[in-house]
Nanobody, 121 residues
Framework: QVQLVESGGGLVQPGGSLRLSCAASGTIFSVNAMEWYRQAPGKQRELVAGIDSSGVTRYADSVKGRFAISRDGSKNTVYLQMGNLKPDDTAVYYC???????????????WGQGTQVTVSS
């Protein structure tokens, strides 16, 4: 069984910063891509940032230059450093990871339960 647990969300003022973490645990053979999504009330879930096993990153246009994704392979953890936050960044942020749970290498996608980020004065 694989679990993803996010942490680091909260209430922050516009222009502030937050750092989200997502740790994968359980029966893990390898971790491939890791991503952050977000879903605001009344909107579809959208990709915020992703990082592959080689460290190549990609970002939504709306967060380029403000957010940075990184990972610690030794801890099976992905981070999202968020800066210059805006009210439009308010959403539940979800971690998504592509994980092989045994030596066969078969990859499955797993979701975390989400962490709330609220940007408001």
């Amino acid at each position: 069984q694989v679990q993803l647990v996010e942490s680091g969300g909260g209430l922050v003022q516009p222009g502030g910063s937050l750092r989200l973490s997502c740790a994968a645990s359980g029966t893990i053979f390898s971790v491939n891509a890791m991503e952050w999504y977000r879903q605001a009330p009344g909107k579809q879930r959208e990709l915020v940032a992703g990082i592959d096993s080689s460290g190549v990153t990609r970002y939504a246009d709306s967060v380029k230059g403000r957010f940075a994704i990184s990972r610690d392979g030794s801890k099976n953890t992905v981070y999202l450093q968020m800066g210059n936050l805006k009210p439009d960044d308010t959403a539940v942020y979800y971690c998504n990871a592509e994980i092989a749970y045994d030596i066969s290498g078969r990859l499955l996608w797993y979701w975390g339960q989400g962490t709330q980020v609220t940007v408001s004065s």
